[in-house]
């Protein structure tokens, strides 16, 4: 048995945090269907050097050293029974697919350059009520989304996201730091997560047992990944755990887009391992959804 619970603290501001439930669950009712319905929308299309994406001194990385390779900014819906949704990751905003390249200036609007919109934020969530924001990690282009989100809805993120400045980090650190300190930031407390198949810190982020945050630090200090138990079975989002589904199939860690490769390779371990046991579990990676039009195996 697993005790689970919710636990969760606000980040910088005094707020009051939810009181800790618990109650237990066994590991193979996480790996049943689940109330959650998942859907998954391309939000925005980009390039990511594959250095960035992979190790390339893995043994096993592709024969090339330097290439773009086209990648999505995807975004996870997972709506409730009570018809209420929660979304991982941001993606870009409606005024972003508009062409007016919100909250992006100056040297941001030079690094968003490269981000072609499909469709907001605003229109992937629509008229449903947007009940909480997961953001898998603090990095530009998974939070560029975040101005379609009301100031009142809760926005959560790992702990030591709104310090990382490292690498290509640095040059977004204070407009990414802007754009979260607008919204009701709370951060996942991981010192109170519980061991879930393998990974050893989880949170229960409903309180229910249908959505799991999984402490999976390396890319970004605080970098999560979730695992949800949808009506079509238990699905992982990695975040940038793994950006590429090559990655996730070769068994290749990513490269130099992470602030921690070692811890990061640990992570992607982990959550590999998690699906080695329990093969049932469909897997979303950071950056690709489907590989159709996108991922390594486009330049390979
Ligand atoms: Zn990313």
């Known amino acids: 048995m697993i005790t689970l619970l919710l636990a969760c603290t606000v980040a910088r501001l005094p707020h009051s945090s939810a009181a800790p439930e618990t109650q237990t669950v066994t590991l193979e009712d996480l790996l049943t269907p689940g109330p959650l319905v998942h859907e998954v929308h391309i939000s925005a299309r980009t390039e990511g050097d594959l250095s960035g994406l992979l190790n390339l001194d893995h ?6 050293k330097k290439a773009k390779v086209p990648i999505v900014l995807p975004v996870h819906v997972l709506r409730r029974e009570d018809g209420s949704v929660w979304v991982l ?3 870009v905003t409606r005024g972003f697919v508009q062409g007016t390249k919100e909250p992006a200036k100056g040297l941001l609007r030079a690094a968003a350059g490269s981000i072609r919109g499909e469709v907001g934020l605003a229109d992937i969530v629509g008229e449903r009520d947007l009940a909480g924001v997961l953001i898998s990690h603090a990095h530009l282009d998974h939070i560029l989304g975040l101005p379609d989100v009301p100031a009142d809805v809760p926005v959560y993120l790992g702990p030591g996201e709104l310090e990382e400045r490292l690498g290509r980090n640095a040059l977004t650190h204070r407009t990414s730091q802007a754009a979260l300190s607008n919204h009701d930031l709370r951060t996942w407390d991981f010192e109170a997560g519980v061991p879930l198949a393998g990974v050893d810190k989880a949170l229960d982020v409903l309180g229910d047992g249908s959505l799991w945050a999984l402490y999976s630090p390396g890319h970004t200090p605080g970098s999560t990944a979730f695992l ?7 699905v992982l989002l990695t975040g940038d755990v793994c950006h590429t589904l090559w990655g996730w199939e070769h068994d290749v860690p990513p490269g130099g887009y992470s602030s921690d490769g070692e811890a990061g390779a640990r992570s992607f371990a982990l959550l590999r391992e998690m699906v080695a046991q329990h093969p049932e579990i469909v897997v979303y990676v950071g950056h690709e959804t489907d590989g159709v039009g996108t991922g390594v195996d486009e330049v390979l």
């Open 89 to 91: 990751d941001t993606g």
């Open 228 to 234: 949800a138990r949808t009506t079509e079975g238990p």
């Open 59 to 64: 043994p096993d990385a592709p024969p090339l």
